[in-house]
């Protein structure tokens, strides 16, 4: 896929345009929907009784040792950034009990769906946040975290709305200052033009390098994926995913 870093031959970011539609710096700036529908009285009761209990608390210093955060002891701690209604979280938590994971989704809605999973699953491995993933991001140590998701994040395609794009250059720096040497960023899309936008900000990078050696290694899942929804909406409506990863160098 290397046509689609040559493609980006100028800033796609547009600095031309007079930045109105610009999110300013820091946590404060988020985009995307907090809720949908009116929550279901079980789902209502999870938000309000089980999601304190998981919440991370970011009003304090993040501990030294993530591990510290999970009941049970974990062998590293992977972050899952947007998990939707919770699908590819649910499944990796269940198939590795031995690591602790992170979930960050504002979405209301999506936050109850995994409420419920962690409960029928009975997963105590899991600790979520219901909140804008950047304050997370800038909580965690340095290094603390080794492996990321990002799976079909908003694609913003308006061209005046790009830098709302969660994995711009900026991201990209400070999801390298919580990554292990050696961890992964994992990040899936199912829209072209985004696809290009990271490939050419991770080309740019000295902190992250693609491991693609052939096309098959972007096009395949990886081992164990299960599709989530909306990559289901995206076959249902011709298109086909790609999945990226981004190692720390």
């Excluded at 800033?11 to 700036?29: I, L, N």
């Excluded at 050696?182 to 050419?200: K, M, P, S, V």
Aim: charged share 30%.
């Amino acid at each position: 896929m290397l046509w689609w870093v040559c493609a980006v031959t100028q800033d796609d970011e547009d600095k031309s345009g007079d930045g109105k539609d610009a999110p300013p710096r820091g946590h404060g700036a988020f985009f995307g929907r907090r809720k949908g529908k009116t929550l279901r009285p079980g789902h209502a009761g999870l938000v309000s009784g089980s999601l304190p209990q998981l919440r991370l608390d970011l009003t304090v210093p993040a501990p030294s040792d993530l591990g510290s955060l999970f009941p049970e002891p974990v062998g590293e701690v992977w972050l899952e950034i947007g998990f939707g209604g919770g699908e590819h979280l649910t499944q990796r938590a269940g198939e590795n009990p031995q690591i602790g994971f992170i979930g960050c989704e504002a979405y209301v809605n999506g936050t109850a769906k995994m409420l419920a999973q962690i409960e029928q699953n009975g997963l105590a491995n899991i600790r979520l946040w219901d909140d804008d993933a950047k304050a997370v991001v800038d909580w965690l140590p340095a290094g603390s975290i080794a492996r990321i998701y990002l799976l079909y994040p908003d694609p913003w395609p308006k061209r005046r709305h790009r830098k709302r794009r969660f994995l711009g250059e900026e991201m990209l720096a400070r999801l390298a200052r919580i990554l292990k040497p050696g961890g992964e960023l994992r990040f899936a899309t199912d829209i072209d033009d985004y696809a290009a936008y990271a490939l050419a900000r991770v080309a740019r990078s000295s902190e992250f390098e693609w491991t693609a050696e052939r096309q098959a290694d972007w096009l395949t899942p990886w081992e164990g994926w299960r599709s989530t929804r909306y990559e289901a909406k995206a076959l249902r409506e011709g298109r086909r995913g790609a999945y990226f990863t981004f190692r720390r160098v």
